[in-house]
Structure formats: C-alpha cells, structure tokens
C-alpha cells in the first residue's frame, strides 16, 4: 500500500508520512454516476504503548487519496473530499483502538449555497456561474434546448448548488462528475525530491467539474467514424499510458492477460414498456401552473414576480410527449458487474470511463460500456475494484482508418 497511495489533507495539501500512512487499515471509496462520491479511511487511533495518537482529520478537513497505477509515473486522483464524520472504537488500554473518518468528495462544497428565483438566457451560462462560486476548472456542454424564455419558461431554481445543478444535469440527458489533474511523480513529499528551504512540502489537487454529456455519447459514437477516439480523449485519462476504453478480459487464455476475478451479467438487454400517456393530467397551455406547495395560499397582486413554471416536455415529432432524457437512460439495458484489482488492470474503474469486454456471452460481446457504479477497496493486501458497467447496445468493432483499436486491439 505504501508504494502505490499517497494521502494528503489540509487546505495546503500536506502529503502524509510513511509513518501516518502506516497506520491506515483501509481506504473506502463509492463512485456513482452524478451522485457525490462517498469515502471512508479507516485507521489505528492508539498504534503503539507510547499514547501517540494519530488524529490527522477532523469534521470539515479536506483530504485526498492518490493513486500510482504503475510501479512508476504520475499520481492520479481518487478523490478530494471534506470529512463529515468521525468515528472512535475504544479498546481497553488503548493499543488496538481504531478510528474511522468518512465523508463525500469535494463537489459538496456547493450545497453550502441556495438560490430561490428563476433563470433565463442560456442553460450552459447558468451553470457555468453557479459552478465558478466555487470551482475555477469546469466542463459545461450547452444541451439541445439551451435558451430560457425568461416569460414562458424559466427555469426555476428552489434548492442548494449542488442538488440544483445534479437534477438538471439529468432533466437534460447530460452528466454531472469531477475529475482531477494528474499529479507529477516528483512532486515534494510525494517523491525523491525535497523543498529546498525548510518549508513544509505542499501538494496541489486540482478538481475539475463536469456538467456535461457523457463522453459514451459524442457526436459520432460508432468506432467507424473516429467517435470512441473522440469521446476517449474527453475523458481525463485515469490510468496507465495507453489511451481508449479499458479492456476488461473474462474468459481469456492466460496469454491474452485476464484481468477480471468475477463476472456478472446484470441484463443482457430487453424493451422497456411504459404507461400508456394519462388523459386530463396536462396543463392547459396559457394557464399558470399551480402553486409547487399546495399548502400555500393561491397568489394575488401582491405576490413578488418570482415563480416556478416545470420544464415543458418538448413534443416528438408525432404529436406525443416524450422525455428524451428518460428514453436516453432507459436504453442502457444491458448491464454487467465484475470485480478486477489495479495490479491486474493498471487503471483505475471511474464513472464515465468508457470499457470493452472480452470473452463474454454474445447479448454483452462487441458492446461499448460506461462504467456507472464503482467501488475501492485498499488495505495492505492489494487495492480491489467493483464495477459496474451499462451499454444501450451500440458496437465497438475492429480498428478504423484512424488506427483507433477497437474490441480487438491489444491492450494488454
């Protein structure tokens, strides 16, 4: 564990010793797709007879965990986060206590803010600045409907940064997650190298927040257009050196590098059936909607302008409703889950990172995935990763004109 994870907390990111690294058991962390990531980091509280306790985080207290895929190179991210809570196990005399500190990653700083009013002009411009309160380095993709009729539609915004810009992300088929710059290898307190003067070593973890369309769905998707090259490099490359989606080999000979322990399939793919459209429950165009809460009384002349009007359905092309966002994640019928370990993989399992399978049942062969649920585990005996990966059933062949490797590439 000492040689691939480095820790570092404070708001001026001082790296841990061997020392207080040593005393971590295990290291949690909890990746979803648009939800914050939660971790824990589970460590001994009393080590030794001398009553040194090593209590280097507190509630409110930043701290991040990197990663080194390979024996060597950059470090890389696994999360920034602010600790929420604390958790003390006591044991007689003090040696064998532990204590366990857990919280959610850094994009929580935004739920310390709220906003009540409506939004007009552009979607991507709204979020930009709700995101820039608090975020320097961020990633906005303007949706299909981007304009907001500050008289027939705004959009109306009752709740904290964070739940505001997560909900809408997924109101308009876009995605909502951080990545983080990569962190040089010799970086002081994490390498060979130390400051020149006697100032303390001090790393810089740059959080960069996405809300934006998954890169599984750039323009030009299929690999015969150069798309998955594309969508590939939208993505902050997580791990190793090679570039594209991460092969994951199942049932392979040991000559083609399996990296995968188990193996699940979750869904092989099947048409989801909705309600047929209710009758008498649409608004009435040119009627104001009623009021959110019906608790509150009716308004009159004297109510402030400030109202809340729900984002209109935009109409398909046959005349019916259709919530193309709902449709979009609804395609994502096939599912698998399976566990690897970094050793095996060489990079680390993000929400969003794009993946290939290999040595599979037909239904999930050939497909490209996401990966949408993550889950690490590191103690000392090696650093294991869960995932869990979704596919709306579109291709990924053999290498194009471009030399992009497909499926069958070698990505060993």
């Excluded at 309600?275 to 009716?298: A, D, F, I």
């Excluded at 990172?353 to 103690?379: K, M, Q």
Aim: aromatic share 6%; hydrophobic share 35%; net charge negative.
């Amino acid at each position: 564990m000492l040689s691939t994870i480095q820790i570092v907390s404070g708001s001026g990111g001082t790296p841990w010793t061997r020392e207080q690294r040593q005393c971590v058991l295990e290291i949690r962390s909890e990746h979803k797709l648009n939800d914050p990531t939660s971790f824990s980091i589970l460590m001994h509280d009393l080590p030794d007879r001398q009553g040194v306790r090593h209590r280097l985080l507190a509630p409110g207290r930043k701290v991040a965990v990197l990663v080194r895929p390979r024996d060597r190179g950059e470090w890389h991210v696994l999360f920034q986060g602010k600790v929420s809570e604390v958790e003390e196990h006591q044991t007689q005399g003090g040696v064998g206590s532990t204590i366990l500190y857990r919280g959610q990653d850094i994009r929580t700083i935004m739920a310390a803010r709220s906003y009540t009013g409506a939004w007009s002009g552009q979607v991507d411009a709204v979020m930009k600045h709700l995101i820039e309160q608090d975020f320097a380095e961020h990633h906005v993709d303007a949706p299909e409907n981007n304009e907001l009729d500050e008289e027939e539609n705004p959009l109306g915004q009752n709740s904290n940064n964070l739940d505001f810009l997560r909900t809408q992300a997924i109101a308009f088929g876009h995605n909502f997650w951080v990545s983080y710059a990569r962190v040089p290898e010799a970086t002081p307190g994490l390498g060979d190298l130390n400051p020149l003067d006697d100032s303390e070593p001090s790393v810089t973890v740059t959080p960069k927040i996405h809300w934006a369309r998954s890169p599984y769905f750039e323009e030009g998707g299929a690999p015969s257009t150069g798309g998955v090259a594309a969508a590939a490099q939208a993505l902050p490359v997580l791990g190793g050196e090679d570039t594209g989606p991460i092969s994951f080999k199942v049932n392979v000979n040991r000559a083609s590098c399996p990296n995968v322990t188990s193996f699940e399939v979750m869904s092989e793919g099947s048409n989801v059936q909705t309600m047929p459209e209710q009758s008498g429950s649409q608004t009435t165009p040119g009627v104001p909607s009623p009021p959110t809460n019906p608790l509150e009384p009716p308004p009159d002349d004297d109510t402030p302008g400030i109202h809340f009007v729900p984002r209109a359905v935009q109409p398909g092309g046959d005349g019916e409703q259709v919530n193309e966002a709902l449709e979009q994640e609804r395609a994502f019928d096939r599912k698998v889950k399976l566990s690897t370990t970094l050793a095996m993989l060489k990079k680390l399992c993000i929400p969003n990172e794009l993946a290939t399978l290999e040595g599979v049942p037909e239904a999930v062969a050939n497909r490209l995935f996401r990966i949408s649920d993550a889950t690490h585990v590191i103690r000392i005996d090696g650093h294991w990763m869960d995932a869990v990966l979704e596919s709306d059933g579109r291709e990924y062949g053999a290498a194009d004109e471009t030399g992009v490797p497909g499926a069958t590439g070698e990505m060993v």
